[in-house]
Nanobody, 118 residues
Framework: QVQLVESGGGLVQAGGSLRLSCATS??????????MSWYRQAPGKQRDLVAT???????NYADSVQGRFTISRDNAKNTVFLQMNSLKPEDTAVYYC??????????WGQGTQVTVSS
């Protein structure tokens, strides 16, 4: 019954901003969740980690997005966000939400497309 649904992607010009959301069901953030992350995958490339937030609130970012992206969560709504500012064409990719339980079990969303034009 666990589901992750990403939304908020779209087409934006370089320098613009987007806010991605990951709505979850079957998951309670205050119980058994180790971390929440955003990954992205560009055409012909592997899926790479973009940002992570732990159950304690610590965050980590890929060097390529440091200072431009911010990951956050709303525990009451069981939702993860990714605020993306100063977007660049190289940020174009499908963005995926990931949740990991303390047991090590992972859950993935279906992805949302982000396209940044020059």
């Amino acid at each position: 019954q666990v589901q992750l649904v990403e939304s908020g992607g779209g087409l934006v010009q370089a320098g613009g901003s987007l806010r991605l959301s990951c709505a979850t069901s079957g998951i309670i953030f205050s119980f058994g969740i180790r971390s929440m992350s955003w990954y992205r995958q560009a055409p012909g490339k592997q899926r790479d980690l973009v940002a992570t937030i732990t159950s304690g609130g610590n965050t980590n970012y890929a060097d390529s997005v440091q200072g431009r992206f911010t990951i956050s969560r709303d525990n009451a709504k069981n939702t993860v966000f990714l605020q993306m500012n100063s977007l660049k064409p190289e940020d174009t990719a499908v963005y995926y939400c990931n949740v990991q339980r303390y047991s090590g079990r992972d859950y993935w969303g279906q992805g949302t497309q982000v396209t940044v034009s020059s």
